[in-house]
C-alpha cells in the first residue's frame, strides 16, 4: 500500500521543540522517493492549509517566512523518510502538519502539533 505516515506531533510549551517524520511505504513509491519534492503543510483551525517548508529531491530548500530560521526540513532516502525539526515554536505554530509527495501527489494523514503559550 503507497502511503505517507507522520509522526512526532503532541503538545509543547511555547520555546519548545518537535520534529515530526514522515516516513514513506509501499514497495513503489519507496523506489521514486527520493525523486519527489517533498513538501511539509500546516493547517490551523479555521484556516487556510498553508506550505511550511519544501526539500526537493536535489536538496534544495525553502521555507514560509513565518518559520524561515526556526523550522529545518531534511530528508534521508535511505529511510524513505523525511523530518522537520521544529525550534523556539509559538502558539501560531498550533496546526495539524501534513507531508506531500509531490510528484506522486500522496498525501499522509496529519499530526497534530499543540503549542501553549
Known amino acids: 500500500q503507497v502511503q505517507l505516515v507522520e509522526s512526532g506531533g503532541g503538545l509543547v510549551q511555547a520555546g519548545e521543540s518537535l520534529r515530526l517524520s514522515c516516513a514513506a511505504s509501499g514497495s513503489i513509491f519507496r523506489s521514486i522517493f527520493s525523486f519527489n519534492t517533498m513538501v511539509w503543510y500546516r493547517q490551523a483551525p479555521g484556516k487556510q492549509r498553508e506550505l511550511v517548508a519544501v526539500?526537493?529531491?536535489?536538496?534544495?530548500?525553502n521555507y514560509a517566512d513565518s518559520v524561515k530560521g526556526r523550522f529545518t526540513i531534511s530528508r534521508d532516502n535511505a529511510k524513505n523518510t523525511v523530518y522537520l525539526q521544529m525550534n523556539s515554536l509559538k502558539p501560531e505554530d498550533t496546526a495539524v502538519y501534513y507531508c506531500?509527495?509531490?510528484?506522486?501527489?500522496?498525501w499522509g494523514q496529519g499530526t497534530q502539533v499543540i503549542v501553549s503559550s
Open positions: 526539500i526537493t529531491g536535489s536538496g534544495r530548500l
Open positions: 506531500n509527495a509531490r510528484e506522486a501527489n500522496i
